[in-house]
């Protein structure tokens, strides 16, 4: 694993905008892996200014998105959904009819067997993840499978008080119980992965996952065991790391 420690949020999100956009540079064909939250938001603006400025084309681009709240649908404006297009794809050329995020309304194991399809279809070039302060990537909680492919995901209760003060006004009731993710193996067939995490927060998960041993009780560790992963952080999220990075 690549680790870079940046000084700030607003320098790894710099870094991992253009390991993005060299990727999309080399092969306009690229399939991105995206994430929401508030940790990749940065990185967005930072990719929009660049399409902005420099014209790179996302035309032939194709996204899969980690995941999607049960129960919101694409008009919600807490839905992934609707962030994805708020905070990125309504300013870059991509094409809607390339954008992927899962359903979370109606069937929803039919929904995870379709999506797993396109993913068989449709190897991930660089996934992009964040991390919670537990240690879950996508919305897989701890004691989620390495096997786990996309499924319902029941969140723990730290997720939804991290959720409810991001995003929904410190509302935990508004928060879905339940959202649908890709799962742990879904995430390991990608042929890299970019993780960014910012703030003290994330130390302790940051810790676990670089240097502790790979457990299902901290979901990030799996990374350990994939052959290419960069992981940016700022000195807040590293600062509990014994090793010099």
């Known amino acids: 694993m690549k680790v870079i420690v940046a000084e700030n949020r607003e320098i790894a999100s710099q870094e991992g905008a253009k390991i993005i956009i060299d990727q999309v540079k080399n092969n306009p064909e690229t399939i991105l892996g995206l994430a929401t ?13 660049d399409h902005k400025e420099n014209g790179t ?29 708020e905070h990125l794809f309504n300013h870059i050329n991509i094409n809607p009819e390339n954008v992927h995020v899962p359903v979370g309304k109606g069937d ?4 995870c067997n379709a999506y797993n399809d396109a993913l068989k279809q449709n190897q991930v070039d660089i996934q992009l993840l964040g991390i919670g302060s537990n240690g879950h990537i996508g919305f897989n909680e701890p004691g989620t499978p390495a096997d786990s492919v996309t499924h319902v995901v029941d969140l723990k209760e730290s997720t939804i008080k991290d959720n409810a003060r991001l995003f929904f006004n410190g509302d935990e009731d508004a928060v ?15 042929k890299k992965v970019l993780l960014l995490a910012f703030g003290e927060g994330k130390a302790k998960a940051v810790k676990g996952m670089l240097e502790g041993e790979v457990t299902p009780e ?13 992981v940016i952080v700022d000195k807040a999220a590293a600062s509990l790391l014994e090793k010099q990075y």
Do not use: C, R, W
């Not at 939250?37 to 200014?49: R, S």
């Not at 979901?219 to 350990?224: E, K, V």
């Open 218 to 230: 901290l979901p990030a560790s799996i990374l350990q065991n994939h052959p290419d992963v960069t």
């Open 176 to 190: 879905p119980k339940q959202a649908v993710s890709m799962g742990i193996a879904n995430i390991m067939n990608a």
């Open 37 to 49: 939250g508030t940790t990749p938001i940065d990185l967005y603006n930072n990719m929009v200014k």
């Open 57 to 85: 084309d996302y035309s032939k681009v194709k996204s899969y998105n980690l995941d999607e709240y049960v129960g919101l649908d694409g008009t919600h404006p807490q839905s992934y959904y609707y962030f994805m297009f």
């Open 108 to 111: 929803l194991q039919a929904a």
